[in-house]
């Protein structure tokens, strides 16, 4: 099949490099350079995203949000009549109901999961359209990506949105528990290999083995899995999506409390660098 993969940054690389086995993709980025991994690996390169879809039986986006989003394909009504949209940006669900509206071959697949699974082909995917022939299309397209037991098919772009955002609520919220079981630990003289070590038949478990390696210096922060500006820019879409709703909890508490770790290390020129950062004993503080 003719593929135009429109963005390929670090997670849209990875996803892109899966299909070239099986698919003709041509590629573009906004940066130019970022695209030189998939010309090595055989993609042709386009100059516009216009020419990238030119001729393209299908069309993937892997932009940064709903804005880039708006610019790249809805503004210049780039998707062709007919022609199948795969939108894996992490969108709210009423931008999803818009992209539906504005292409109605859209469909919404949101992957879940950082670089290390995109790699190995075991991230969460959704994949979200009323038309159950394009589901289906879609659902063998991006097996490659995928560990079968996460790939979802759901009858909404709506509702894959809705599946990622609440898997990055979970993260924001379980690293920020994280953040403070190791302030915790420090207060009373536990190591935070300690701490790694006592969470590990907790809620928190997972967390702690995910982000361990950073915890224990292991790892350092520049050029990590999922950035502090992603996440952050996540929980905004989150929080704007609730907005003035009355269920307890609606305010969001601990996902904010997540959202001003993250910003403080952004402020501090840490966006850029994995959101682990807010886990390190230099990490800038909140509420002061």
Do not use: C
Not at 78 to 92: E, K, M, N, Q
């Amino acid at each position: 099949m003719r593929i135009a993969f429109l963005g390929t940054g670090r997670m849209g690389t990875e996803l892109a490099l899966h299909l070239l086995a099986e698919h003709e993709l041509t590629v573009w980025n906004r940066t130019a350079e970022r695209t030189a991994r998939l010309a090595e690996a055989g993609a042709s390169v386009a100059g516009s995203a216009a020419g990238a879809v030119e001729g393209a039986e299908l069309v993937i986006t892997s932009l940064f949000g709903p804005a880039a989003v708006r610019e790249t394909v809805i503004e210049p009504a780039l998707i062709p009549a007919g022609v199948p949209w795969v939108d894996t940006t992490t969108v709210s669900p009423a931008d999803a109901d818009e992209f539906a509206a504005a292409v109605p071959s859209y469909v919404g697949v949101p992957v879940i999961g950082t670089l290390g699974p995109a790699r190995k082909g075991t991230l969460g995917v959704y994949v979200g359209t009323p038309d159950e022939a394009l589901r289906a299309q879609v659902l063998e397209l991006v097996a490659p990506w995928a560990d079968p037991a996460r790939l979802r098919g759901v009858d909404s772009g709506r509702k894959s949105a809705v599946g990622k955002l609440m898997a990055n609520l979970a993260l924001a919220i379980s690293a920020q528990g994280l953040r403070e079981a190791l302030a915790l630990g420090e207060a009373t003289g536990t190591s935070p290999a300690e701490t790694l070590e006592m969470l590990d038949s907790t809620g928190l478990a997972f967390i702690a083995g995910m982000k361990g390696a950073f915890v224990r210096g292991e790892r350092g922060t520049e050029g990590g899995d999922f950035t502090a500006n992603a996440i952050a820019k996540d929980a905004r879409l989150m929080i704007d999506t609730v907005g003035d709703a009355e269920r307890p909890g609606a305010d969001l508490p601990a996902l904010r409390g997540a959202l001003a770790s993250l910003e403080a290390e952004i402020a501090a020129d840490h966006g850029e660098h994995d959101f682990s950062t807010i886990l390190l004993p230099g990490a800038e503080r909140t509420g002061e």
